[in-house]
């Protein structure tokens, strides 16, 4: 029998089983549902996510947030504890177990992530990342906090904000601005991650990967107008300007209509493309603008272009990503000295300079390539240490003396 007090819970025997799901309806009013292990659909969840439709939260915002509400009851389920039952203990057993559990059919996978040999980046490993934590616990304590406001949910919230008698802060390096608000207790501390760049002799050997005219046009696109993935999968067939090389998307975040412009082969795929598909989809301004390449010709998914592009990356032995072809576009501007950094703001659509300004630090392979170099000129003997005095001793070594004291043997 499983405890249902969190002092007594052994979580080192507890077993969460893999039951509901979040099913994707294909409806407007409802894009997810979120089911419990009979196939009925969790009402809590449901309002909640037609609350987050109501503040123009876009149905990935809600796939994400029900995703993160999937696991959550499906360890409620595993100790037995009603949603609305949920204490502290809970919480802090839950944010335990995605801590040191390993995630669903990852037994295959390293137990760290270890970085790719050609991109530098580390692949998943077999744990939750602390990006996958941190956004767990910020959409928990929403959800609680929304059921608390309206009455349904319990009157103290199980995923509580740092306590009153500490600062959020307290250990922050006073050279980083932050913002002044508590955060959440079990929220785990936010690893910072340098934005990965594609390197140009490496893009065009993916680039070369790819096998049609439409992903062409694509992966041309998002590297030249830094356009988020799903931005550029949302266009329509009207969107796109080939006299003003322009293409019109809808920001993610604002749901701001914004015209980016492009590069010339961009379009010089695009229209490559649209000449194969000619006649068999719909070309109407308000059509989708990419589409499947075999039959029934649907909309081109986030999903399926995920898996176009992983397709070419692994004939490569790499792992980037889609959203690299968005940090790629941001540093060839950011590096462009013609084009202002407010520039660069604009087109990638970022609310804060200070965010744009991450593309002004070094690439991590160029500071590595840097770094080899001068080892090798070290080697070398090439490289001259101006400070240190001819007849003094070596950087790397230590005084007589002072090797006494360490060690206890005398006294200098």
């Known amino acids: 029998m499983i405890e249902r007090h969190g002092e007594g819970r052994d979580l080192r025997s507890l077993d969460v089983p893999r039951v509901g799901s979040l ?180 893009f065009n050997e993916v680039f070369a990967q790819l096998g049609s005219n439409r992903d062409r046009a694509l992966v041309a696109f998002w590297v030249s107008t830094g356009a988020r993935a799903s931005e550029l999968l949302g266009a329509h067939y009207g969107d796109a300007d080939p006299g003003q090389q322009l293409i019109t998307v809808i920001r993610k975040g604002t749901r701001a209509i914004q015209q980016l412009p492009a590069s010339p082969d961009a379009f010089v795929w695009l229209r490559l493309y649209q000449a194969q598909m000619h006649g068999l989809v719909p070309t109407r301004v308000d059509d989708p603008l990419w589409w499947t390449l075999r039959r029934p010709f649907t909309a081109l998914s986030y999903h399926a272009a995920y898996r176009m592009f992983s397709r070419a990356n692994a004939a490569l032995g790499a792992n980037w990503s889609l959203h690299d072809l968005r940090h790629t576009a941001a540093y060839r501007m950011a590096r462009d000295p013609n084009m202002s950094l407010t520039d660069v703001q604009w087109v990638l659509g970022h609310a804060h300079l200070s965010t744009t300004q991450l593309y002004l630090n070094p690439l991590t392979e160029d500071v590595i390539a840097q770094a080899l170099a001068h080892h090798a000129r070290v080697a070398a003997g090439t490289v001259t240490a101006t400070t240190i005095p001819k007849d003094g001793p070596s950087p790397l070594s230590y005084r007589p003396e002072a090797l006494n004291i360490l060690f206890g043997e005398g006294t200098a």
């Open 23 to 202: 099913l994707e309806t294909s409806d407007v009013w409802e894009p997810y549902r979120l089911l419990d292990p009979a196939g009925t659909v969790v009402e809590p969840v449901a309002v909640y996510l037609k609350d987050l439709q109501g503040i123009g939260r876009p149905a990935t915002t809600q796939r994400s947030y029900g995703m993160d509400l999937l696991r959550w009851f499906r360890f409620l389920w595993a100790v037995e504890v009603p949603w609305d039952q949920a204490t502290r203990d809970e919480a802090r057993d839950f944010s335990r177990w995605i801590q040191i559990s390993d995630k669903p059919n990852r037994a295959s996978a390293p137990a760290t992530a270890v970085p790719n040999p050609v991109t530098g980046k580390a692949g998943p490993g077999r744990k939750y990342a602390p990006a996958t934590r941190g956004h767990s616990e910020s959409v928990l304590r929403g959800f609680y906090d929304f059921h608390r406001d309206v009455g349904s949910g319990p009157m103290v919230n199980p995923f509580p904000l740092v306590r009153c008698g500490s600062r959020a802060h307290a250990h922050h390096n006073p050279m980083d601005l932050h913002r002044n608000e508590r955060s959440g207790l079990y929220r785990p501390r936010p690893v910072q991650r340098a934005p990965r760049s594609i390197p140009d002799e490496k």
